[in-house]
């Protein structure tokens, strides 16, 4: 709710769909192809990056950026390999700018 509440005072016109878990986020994407994906990593059933991970091998067009507080090496590598980014938490008027920037950097 966050992640909308920021990106939406920013790009009013966007249209946002949520979904509560990795399977959920598949689904969604699979029934309304977007532009973008804001993920996590940290999410109940699938993680994010392995849910991103799916999306990104059905539809790679999709451009993701991963948030989470954990952003170990690991973790930082796991995104960069699956074309994404790492944004850290906690979601801030910044970090916001960074993911709006890299989806604009990506048209």
Request: proline share 5%; glycine share 4%; aromatic share 4%.
């Amino acid at each position: 709710m966050l992640i909308r509440t920021h990106i939406l005072a920013q790009r009013p016109d966007w249209i946002i769909s949520e979904a509560v878990c990795g399977e959920d986020a598949i689904a969604l994407i699979d029934k309304d192809l977007p532009d973008y994906c804001t993920m996590d990593i940290n999410m109940p059933g699938i993680s994010g990056t392995d849910a991103a991970e799916r999306i990104l091998s059905k539809h790679p067009s999709i451009k993701v950026v991963i948030f989470s507080a954990n952003i170990q090496e690991t973790h930082q590598n796991r995104a960069r390999s699956l074309g994404t980014i790492l944004v850290a938490k906690p979601v801030t008027e910044k970090s916001i700018s960074l993911t709006l920037n890299y989806f604009a950097d990506s048209k």
